[in-house]
């Protein structure tokens, strides 16, 4: 049996052209930790992607086990997300000098089999395998995002500014704004992996929260 991928399954997802669309994005289970600071130098951020990717991976693993979760399926590890903001609420993709201002969430979804239980169950797991991490800071929350529009963007994060510009102009044009509130921020699905992946052929799915004007 072919192993489920979010991603081919729901490319409406996560696969936009580079031409902005308006998308209704359902309901998802997330495991989520909350932050402050430059991605690139902050010791919380770089923790907590390693707690998310070591919590999935440990869900993912435990068709080995022997408890293995009710509803299980084989599946890839969607990609890391991120919601970015300011205090102000406001994002235009201008971050050069202000990237120790953010606050985040950074973010992977899960399969809906991932209950509570099962959550908890891999963060006991995950502690027992790196003490060192503090599973603590990450939880499991439904989001529903609700109506947005969305792009590709292909390059390095930092040459965004001119993509949400085009994506903030076409949300305008067709009647919308962006309104961000809550979860519902600046959102960056990550495609690509930068460690592997040349800067200019990054691969992020850009997507802002509208309501009409």
């Known amino acids: 049996m072919?192993?489920?991928?979010?991603?081919k399954k729901y490319k409406h997802l996560y696969l936009p052209k580079n031409k902005p669309e308006i998308i209704e994005v359902?309901?998802?289970?997330?495991i989520m930790v909350n932050g402050k600071g430059d991605p690139n130098t902050s010791a919380s951020y770089k923790e907590a992607v390693e707690v998310l990717y070591g919590l999935s991976y440990t869900i993912k693993m435990s068709k080995k086990g022997s408890s293995q979760p009710v509803g299980y399926f084989d599946y890839v590890v969607p990609p890391l997300e991120g919601l970015w903001w300011f205090e102000d609420n406001f994002f235009d993709?201008?971050?050069?000098?202000r990237k120790d201002e953010f606050s985040?969430?950074?973010?992977?979804?899960?399969?809906e089999f991932v209950t509570p239980e099962v959550f908890e169950a891999a963060k006991a797991s995950l502690s027992k395998k790196k003490p060192e991490l503090d599973t603590s800071i990450a939880r499991l929350e439904d989001f529903t995002e609700g109506l947005?529009?969305?792009?590709?963007?292909i390059g390095s994060y930092d040459d965004e500014p001119p993509t949400v510009a085009a994506l903030e102009e076409f949300i305008e044009s067709q009647?919308?704004?962006t309104e961000m509130s809550g979860?519902?921020?600046?959102?960056?699905?990550?495609?690509?992996?930068p460690r592997k992946t040349?800067?200019?052929?990054?691969?992020?799915?850009?997507?802002?929260?509208?309501?009409?004007?």
Do not use: N
């Open 175 to 177: 009647g919308y704004r």
């Open 104 to 111: 985040w969430v950074t973010m992977i979804r899960q399969p």
């Open 148 to 153: 947005c529009a969305q792009v590709m963007h």
């Open 93 to 97: 993709g201008s971050v050069s000098g």
């Open 183 to 193: 979860l519902r921020q600046h959102h960056e699905i990550y495609l690509s992996d």
């Open 26 to 30: 359902p309901k998802m289970r997330f």
């Open 2 to 7: 072919a192993v489920f991928d979010f991603k």
């Open 198 to 213: 040349a800067a200019e052929k990054l691969k992020t799915v850009i997507r802002h929260p509208i309501v009409r004007r």
